[in-house]
C-alpha cells in the first residue's frame, strides 16, 4: 500500500478544500481534477475517491448505465454499422457523443480500420479511452476530447469520415442537439457520399388525460395552504418519464409531428399546426410524444409507450386541464427551436374548473 510522505500532507489538505470549492462551485470537471491531483499522490485518500466521484456523478448522467443495457438499441446499432462498414470498408467512421465507446468499436469490429470517437465530456472521454485500450481496438480507435462542432480536417480527423454514427438524442429525439450537430458534420467533418446514421428521424404525439402526470409537473392547494405560486417553478417544456407508469387515457390515435431527413436537415425553428380529432371525450392534461429513427433504410428503433426502449417519453403537461369532445378537432401547434420541441393547444377549449 502506498503511504504518503507527511512533507505532502499540507498539500493534500490544500488541494480538498481545492475541490471541494470547485464542486461546490458548480464545477464538477475542475473538482475532480482536482481529486484526481490528490489520488495521484495518495490513491487510497478516501475523501478524494468520494470527492471525484460525487463530481463524476454530476457530470456523468446516470441514463449512461440504462442506455447500454438496452439491448434491442445495441443490437439495431450493430446491425446498422455492420452494413455500413461492409459496403465502405475503407471508410473513416466518426462517432460523434461516443459515451462509452461501444459504437465505435462495433464499427472496429465489424472491420473498419480507422475510427475516430468524439466525445465532448473530459471524464467520460478519458475513461472510453480505457475501456477501447482494455477492449483491445485502440489500434483502430481513437479517441478524442472534443465537442465535433469544435474539430476540424485534419486537426481532429485525418480526412472527411464515410461513415457517421451517432446516438446525440433524448426523449423528445432533438434535446441533444443532433440537428445542429450532424448539420455541421456534413459541412466540416464528413465526405459528400457520406453514410449518415441515423438517416431520418420522426416524432409522433398523443394526447393524454392522466391527473398522474399533470400532478408530476403541478400542485395547487394542499394541507390548508395553497401552493399553486410554485407552479412558476414547473417545467414549461417537456420532461421524460414512462406512460405505462402511469394511470392514463388515450384521447388520441397518435399522429405524426415532424420529419428531419438527417442528408439535409439543419437547426432552424419550424412549425406546424396539427387538428387532431380526439377519440374519447376528457380532460387533456398533456401531450406524449416519442421518436422513430431510422438507422438505415429498414432499420428503424423507437421509444413508443409500452416498449422497452432505455429511452422514455416526452411530456408536456398543459398548464391547466381542457375538456375535449369526442370527433371535435383541437388545434395544436408544434414547434421547435432546433432542440426542443413544444407545443401549445388552441386556447378556444373549455378550461378545467
Known amino acids: 500500500m502506498k503511504t504518503t510522505d507527511t512533507r505532502d500532507e499540507p498539500k493534500l489538505a490544500e488541494f480538498l478544500r481545492w475541490g471541494r470549492d470547485l464542486h461546490h462551485q458548480g464545477r464538477y470537471?475542475?473538482?475532480a481534477r482536482a481529486f484526481e491531483l490528490i489520488l495521484g499522490l495518495d490513491r487510497d485518500n478516501e475523501e478524494a475517491l468520494i470527492g471525484r466521484n460525487r463530481a463524476v456523478r454530476r457530470a456523468v448522467p446516470r441514463w449512461h448505465w440504462e442506455m447500454l443495457h438496452d439491448e434491442e438499441r445495441a443490437e439495431l446499432y450493430d446491425r446498422a454499422i455492420r452494413q455500413a462498414v461492409a459496403a465502405a470498408p475503407d471508410a473513416l467512421v466518426l462517432d460523434i457523443g461516443?459515451?462509452?465507446g461501444l459504437l465505435a468499436m462495433m464499427a472496429a469490429r465489424a472491420g473498419a480500420r480507422q475510427v475516430v470517437a468524439c466525445e465532448g465530456q473530459p471524464s467520460?472521454?478519458?475513461?472510453?479511452?480505457r475501456v477501447v485500450r482494455v477492449a483491445g481496438y485502440d489500434d483502430a480507435v481513437?479517441?478524442?476530447?472534443?465537442m465535433s462542432t469544435r474539430m476540424t480536417v485534419p486537426e481532429?480527423?485525418?480526412?472527411?469520415?464515410g461513415v457517421l454514427v451517432t446516438e446525440i438524442v433524448?426523449?423528445?429525439l432533438l434535446g441533444e442537439?443532433?440537428?445542429?450537430t450532424i448539420a455541421h458534420a456534413r459541412e466540416h467533418l464528413l465526405a459528400q457520399d457520406a453514410t449518415i446514421m441515423p438517416s431520418r428521424g420522426r416524432i409522433i404525439a398523443q394526447l393524454v388525460e392522466s391527473e398522474p402526470l399533470h400532478r408530476k409537473n403541478h400542485v395547487g392547494k394542499l394541507y390548508g395552504f395553497d401552493l399553486a405560486p410554485f407552479n412558476r417553478l414547473s417545467t414549461l417544456e417537456y420532461f421524460d418519464s414512462r406512460l405505462h407508469r402511469h394511470e392514463h387515457r388515450t384521447l388520441s390515435d397518435p399522429l405524426p409531428v415532424f420529419d428531419f431527413d438527417f442528408y439535409t436537415a439543419d437547426a432552424r425553428p419550424r412549425r406546424a399546426e396539427l387538428r387532431v380529432r380526439p377519440t374519447a371525450a376528457g380532460k387533456l392534461h398533456a401531450i406524449a410524444f416519442w421518436f422513430e429513427m431510422e438507422l438505415l433504410p429498414g432499420i428503424t428503433i423507437d421509444n413508443?409507450?409500452?416498449?422497452g426502449s432505455h429511452w422514455k417519453q416526452a411530456i408536456q403537461c398543459l398548464p391547466v386541464p381542457l375538456h375535449v369532445r369526442s370527433g371535435e378537432p383541437v388545434v395544436l401547434e408544434a414547434s421547435h427551436d432546433g432542440e426542443c420541441v413544444r407545443f401549445d393547444v388552441d386556447a378556444g377549449f373549455e378550461v378545467e374548473a
Open 29 to 31: 470537471e475542475d473538482a
Open 98 to 100: 461516443a459515451g462509452s
Open 124 to 129: 467520460v472521454a478519458e475513461t472510453t479511452s
Open 142 to 146: 481513437s479517441v478524442v476530447s472534443k
Open 156 to 161: 481532429d480527423l485525418p480526412r472527411r469520415a
Open 170 to 172: 433524448d426523449c423528445g
Open 177 to 180: 442537439g443532433i440537428l445542429g
Open 304 to 307: 413508443a409507450p409500452g416498449h
